[in-house]
């Protein structure tokens, strides 16, 4: 089981870093095609559609094949979807390659996240918080990486080409080690029950009041910090530097909290942490406090996926990617919805006052933290943070 956990961990990190890389060449991409932000993000709402329609596809597929058989595929496939992204000719074709890598990218999120819950039921207790540690870390190091390249003068199509080799060759031995080490464990099979889904749309309300926070942070704490506090561009880049940090420490203590405390304690205490650290902030209107509470943010809201994604598993056993996919299509919403909606809420009442909807919705979360409970699930008694 160390084996398979570490290997499943592994995937989590190379799909965080494909994200990374791809996020670093976005100028790139941009430049290249001559495109103004507001077309650059009409091909980005193609990405978005991509993986919310794959989502909604894999979880019938993995529920009915088995998670190795959907996993497998994506996993070594999506590096190469890159690569057409980095050849688009116009915004058309540009738009069309992001959909496609936006299909594969999200059935193998669900695909990653169900493997992830089959070994956490399988461990017997809370784990799923590290895979998404090793996400947030793949994602900076994949960002390092694209910069990398950049600076060295390759262009996307020598960077996403590099990446994709590097990527399917170690994500070919990672799915491997990850599904030979449970092959006859029964608690990493997956069964069959026709019966409803249970839970999942108040799950999905969690991540998607969780996303939106994280979608504000990542478009709009640099420039909060910058132009509404005043802030240098230093202290402005570390509004989302310590929003990241935050995040990734708070992901990797996530799974001793939720084994000691339980996960709906650790998603209320998470909730209020992010809702009166950044409420603090965006009261006392200062750059380095703007900074501690884009910190404090992403330390509340790191643990509220992997909960979400480790609930909607736990309470449908029979059917844990159908659960996972409806959580996490609406999780995915918000994440794409945010920045939108602090965008519009800035432009009539200014960006300070508009980023007190990512507060006022982990105030909700702190309320609803109870959907996240699991006792009554089936799942094995330290899973479920008794």
Request: aromatic share 6%; hydrophobic share 55%; proline share 5%.
């Amino acid at each position: 089981m160390k084996k398979a956990r570490l290997a499943t961990a592994l995937l989590f990190l190379l799909y965080g870093t494909l994200i990374g890389v791809w996020t670093a060449r976005i100028p790139a991409v941009k430049e290249h095609l001559g495109l103004s932000d507001g077309l650059l993000s009409l091909a980005l709402l193609a990405l978005a559609a991509g993986a919310i329609t794959g989502m909604q596809l894999v979880g019938t597929l993995v529920d009915r094949f088995g998670t190795r058989r959907v996993l497998t595929p994506v996993a070594l496939a999506d590096g190469f979807l890159l690569i057409p992204v980095a050849l688009a000719p116009n915004l058309a074709t540009l738009a069309l390659a992001l959909f496609a890598f936006g299909v594969v990218h999200g059935t193998l999120n669900v695909a990653m996240n169900a493997r992830g819950v089959e070994i956490e039921r399988a461990w017997g207790s809370p784990i799923m918080s590290s895979f998404h540690a090793a996400y947030s870390i793949g994602g900076f190091l994949g960002a390092a990486a694209g910069g990398a390249f950049a600076a060295a003068g390759a262009g996307p199509v020598v960077t996403f080409a590099s990446v994709a080799v590097v990527m399917a060759a170690v994500t070919a031995w990672a799915v491997a080690q990850s599904f030979e080490a449970t092959r006859e464990h029964p608690a990493t099979e997956v069964r069959q029950n026709p019966g409803p889904l249970r839970g999942v749309l108040l799950l999905g309300g969690l991540a998607f009041c969780a996303l939106i926070g994280e979608g504000a942070a990542a478009d709009w704490s640099t420039v909060y910090v910058r132009d509404s506090l005043g802030g240098s561009a230093a202290l402005a880049a570390g509004a989302y530097a310590a929003f990241f940090a935050a995040m990734t420490a708070g992901r990797l203590a996530g799974d001793p909290l939720t084994a000691r405390f339980g996960p709906v304690a650790v998603v209320r205490a998470g909730g209020l942490l992010a809702a009166g650290g950044l409420g603090a902030a965006l009261l006392v209107h200062h750059p380095i406090a703007g900074v501690i509470g884009f910190g404090c943010l992403g330390a509340g809201l790191s643990t509220i996926a992997p909960q979400v994604f480790s609930a909607a598993g736990a309470r449908n056993p029979d059917r844990p990617a159908r659960a996972i996919a409806r959580a996490a299509s609406i999780g995915w919403l918000g994440f794409f919805a945010g920045p939108v909606l602090i965008g519009g809420g800035a432009a009539l009442t200014g960006l300070p006052v508009a980023l007190a909807i990512p507060v006022v919705l982990a105030a909700v979360i702190v309320v609803a933290a109870r959907a996240v409970d699991v006792r009554s699930s089936g799942v094995p008694v330290a899973a479920a943070g008794r």
